[in-house]
């Protein structure tokens, strides 16, 4: 197959793609190049924290070669998510539950993954006995170094992908292949002299232009992080509880962004608030959350989050609810409320405290409230 055939062929895919729903469409060459040793300093300093699965699929991920033997092209998709407006004045309703606009919606996993495979069908029809393999942000891949190869955009100080002209508000995901197909021209950097996510960063998290901490981040400390929230951050939290936008809502490429029409990205979410939320059950978790992001950290996940938030929203009401909290089965529950009374009562809830968790044998609720009892000694 000649050049003209296979660019012809590419342009049929990329019409198919727009289809489908992408809104992007490039092909970037299996290499990472310098993208891969970086990833592997980033490792050796720790930032990956503890998503084991980054460090599990190193190789992997700096060679995509051993993700699909004989891979020869790699075809990037982006899907536009942007449903709402957004800017920092959700900080200020503090007994409102702040959610990432990307899980507003149903997971992007069940969106996303039959466009692809749809997408992979025509792959092989057009270049028949191709192999292919698929990803949504679910494989040992640097999608992000690949995409900007791809032209979709470049990699903005804060580690996200952005794109003249439309911002950063969307997912990737990829489809290797063994064929040989022209390449996208990559895309250059725009960022510039500006460094208004690094500034904005409750945490501080981005320590230099394009290097994340994942363990200062507040989208790693509420998904991620399946433990305790090391107290130095929870006032930083605020009341986010899934997520964090705050370094794509200053970005100034987002002021182009411009809303999807996609219904299947349409902000379906309502309004949440931390009182609410504290007192659900776990059936209550399942059926109201069934089919989001959010199911992915589970019932003791979201309440440790939403402790943390009602602890820094200043609300009295909120201390009933959290001392029904104390007699949870969940520990890692447990110990966020006896912080979040700590910060609501102060001195008056250690008499409550010492009488609700008399018989507390787990050592992390045990810890929280000997941290208590010391600041009001």
């Given at each position: 197959?000649?050049?003209?055939?296979?660019?012809?062929?590419?342009?049929?895919?990329?019409?198919?793609?727009?289809?489908?729903?992408?809104?992007?469409?490039?092909?970037?060459?299996?290499?990472?190049?310098?993208?891969?040793?970086?990833?592997?300093?980033?490792?050796?300093?720790?930032?990956?924290?503890?998503?084991?699965?980054?460090?599990?699929?190193?190789?992997?991920?700096?060679?995509?070669?051993?993700?699909?033997?004989?891979?020869?092209?790699?075809?990037?998709?982006?899907?536009?998510?942007?449903?709402?407006?957004?800017?920092?004045?959700?900080?200020?309703?503090?007994?409102?539950?702040?959610?990432?606009?990307?899980?507003?919606?149903?997971?992007?996993?069940?969106?996303?993954?039959?466009?692809?495979?749809?997408?992979?069908k025509r792959i092989q029809e057009k270049f028949e006995g191709c192999k292919t393999r698929i990803y949504v942000d679910t494989g040992p891949l640097l999608e992000k170094p690949l995409a900007q190869q791809a032209g979709l955009g470049w990699i903005g100080k804060h580690t996200n992908l952005l794109t003249e002209g439309m911002g950063s508000w969307y997912f990737l995901s990829e489809i290797l292949t063994d064929v040989v197909l022209p390449q996208s021209q990559p895309a250059d950097d725009h960022c510039g002299t500006c460094r208004s996510c690094i500034d904005i960063c409750p945490t501080k998290a981005i320590i230099a232009p394009y290097v994340l901490d994942s363990n200062r981040c507040i989208s790693y400390l509420t998904i991620e992080l399946k433990g305790v929230i090391p107290i130095e951050y929870r006032k930083a939290i605020g009341n986010r509880i899934y997520g964090c936008d705050d370094c794509q809502i200053v970005c100034p490429w987002n002021s182009y962004a411009v809303k999807t029409d996609d219904p299947d990205f349409q902000e379906k979410q309502d309004t949440l608030k931390l009182i609410d939320l504290i007192q659900i059950t776990g059936e209550m978790f399942r059926q109201r959350f069934k089919g989001s992001p959010i199911k992915r950290i589970k019932r003791r996940g979201l309440l440790r989050n939403v402790a943390v938030a009602l602890g820094n929203s200043g609300n009295p009401q909120a201390i009933p609810p959290l001392i029904k909290v104390l007699d949870d089965d969940e520990p890692l529950i447990r110990a966020h409320a006896v912080w979040a009374l700590g910060e609501l009562s102060g001195l008056e809830v250690l008499p409550v405290l010492r009488k609700k968790l008399n018989n507390e044998k787990e050592d992390i609720v045990l810890e929280e409230l000997e941290r208590v009892e010391a600041r009001f000694a």
């Open positions: 197959m000649n050049l003209l055939e296979k660019n012809e062929k590419l342009a049929g895919l990329k019409s198919f793609a727009e289809s489908l729903g992408f809104d992007g469409f490039g092909v970037a060459r299996p290499e990472l190049g310098p993208a891969g040793e970086r990833f592997g300093k980033w490792l050796d300093e720790g930032y990956d924290g503890e998503m084991a699965y980054m460090r599990r699929g190193e190789e992997k991920r700096k060679n995509p070669h051993l993700v699909l033997e004989g891979v020869k092209s790699i075809l990037c998709f982006r899907t536009n998510y942007f449903a709402m407006e957004k800017d920092m004045s959700y900080v200020e309703h503090r007994e409102i539950a702040d959610i990432s606009i990307y899980a507003l919606n149903k997971d992007y996993h069940d969106i996303i993954t039959p466009r692809l495979r749809k997408m992979e």
